[in-house]
């Protein structure tokens, strides 16, 4: 009887439970790893959509305060924020009150100018008569 107890005391793991368990803990890290892709990826476009945001508040922020007020029209450029390059189109149109005019500026990033990052839209008020 003490032979029977010591056998089924060594006995361990068969190479199928391992391996079974081997699958598990590598379905569970993968998991894991996607997840944690993904959140990087959405910390970097985060990042990418603020930096657009502070280019576009930005640019309104020079249309208002620009002398003389900006002329109707479309203009394109570039501008770096935070080490990061942007491209923006910026479009200024009338309102139907003739002292005030529309600025529509859309913000992307140089290689993908398709995709817009921010988009903002602010009025600029005509001071002189």
């Known amino acids: 009887m003490r032979a029977a107890l010591r056998r089924a005391a060594l006995r361990?793991?068969?190479?199928?439970?391992?391996?079974?368990a081997l699958a598990i803990i590598a379905v569970a890290l993968a998991a894991g790893m996607r997840a944690l892709a993904q959140s990087?990826?959405?910390a970097a476009m985060l990042k990418a959509r603020t930096l657009a945001l502070w280019v576009a508040q930005n640019r309104l922020a020079a249309?208002?305060?620009?002398?003389?007020?900006?002329?109707?029209?479309?203009?394109?450029?570039?501008?770096?924020?935070a080490g990061v390059a942007f491209t923006?189109?910026?479009t200024v149109g009338g309102t139907p009150n003739p002292a005030f005019?529309?600025?529509?500026?859309?913000?992307?990033?140089?290689?993908?100018?398709?995709?817009?990052?921010?988009?903002l839209v602010g009025f600029v008020g005509?001071?002189?008569p």
């Open 12 to 20: 361990g793991f068969t190479l199928v439970e391992i391996l079974v």
């Open 40 to 42: 990087t990826d959405g």
């Open 63 to 81: 249309a208002q305060l620009a002398t003389p007020w900006p002329a109707p029209g479309t203009g394109h450029g570039s501008a770096t924020e």
């Open 88 to 90: 923006y189109t910026e």
């Open 101 to 119: 005019r529309k600025v529509d500026v859309s913000v992307a990033a140089p290689d993908q100018p398709d995709y817009v990052l921010a988009h």
């Open 126 to 128: 005509n001071a002189g």
